[in-house]
T-cell receptor, first 115, second 111 residues
């Protein structure tokens, strides 16, 4: 596609509910990143994929967070048993390669509100 | 742990003014500094700086990196209401190949 597409745009979840956030990267982009952006903060790294391999998940805040990219294109970020502190915008970015000079293209994000 | 600090946190100016946004970084294995503009939600790329002292320009926006001072500035001249946004800077660590973002500067341009 022309850009990075994320869905849903908005998600309201009751505390304890599981959610799944989808990212559809630019076709042919090898690298895919997930970031979490809390209100008034900059994006914080969650995890990184190169094709289908999850090479770095050091930023995932707890074992309730799980990400996958089984066929090396679309990725899903799953949050189990959501809590209020999970409320944030979840940004996905893709790139031709991991090097920053290939450019990261961000999606518009999913705003998750846990009530 | 890598750290990027931006100042000011917010700035309100009148249309036509010139603004300077600041970014300082402490990034291990630093390779480059990137500036993004964030309106609504998706950050959009502005500049990537790798060499100290070389200014990059795009229209009314310009940016320069000072590796000695571990800092960068983003200048916007003759500001317009469309420049209202959050401006993010991020440092790239080539050791762990991660971008670390600052909290951003929220710029508001009053007509």
């Amino acid at each position: 596609g022309a850009g990075v597409s994320q869905s849903p745009r908005y998600k309201v979840a009751k505390r304890g509910q599981d959610v799944a956030l989808r990212c559809d990267p630019i076709s042919g982009h090898v690298s895919l990143f997930w970031y979490q952006q809390a209100l008034g903060q900059g994006p914080e790294f969650l995890t990184y994929f190169q094709n289908e391999a999850q090479l770095d998940k050091s930023g995932l805040p707890s074992d309730r967070f799980f990400a996958e990219r089984p066929e090396g294109s679309v990725s899903t970020l799953k949050i189990q048993r959501t809590q209020q502190e999970d409320s944030a915008v979840y940004l996905c970015a893709s790139s031709l390669a991991q090097r920053e000079d290939y450019g990261y293209t961000f999606g518009s994000g999913t705003r998750l509100t846990v009530v | 742990e890598d750290k990027v600090v931006q100042s000011p946190l917010s700035l309100v100016v009148h249309e036509g003014d010139t603004v300077t946004l600041n970014c300082s970084y402490e990034v291990t294995n630093f390779r480059s500094l990137l500036w993004y503009k964030q309106e609504k939600k998706a950050p959009t790329f502005l500049f990537m700086l790798t060499s100290s002292g070389i200014e990059k320009k795009s229209g009314r926006l310009s940016s320069i990196l000072d590796k000695k001072e571990l800092s960068s500035i983003l200048n916007i001249t003759a500001t317009q209401t469309g420049d209202s946004a959050i401006y993010l800077c991020a440092g790239f660590n080539f050791g762990n190949e991660k971008l670390t973002f600052g909290t951003g500067t929220r710029l508001t341009i009053i007509p």
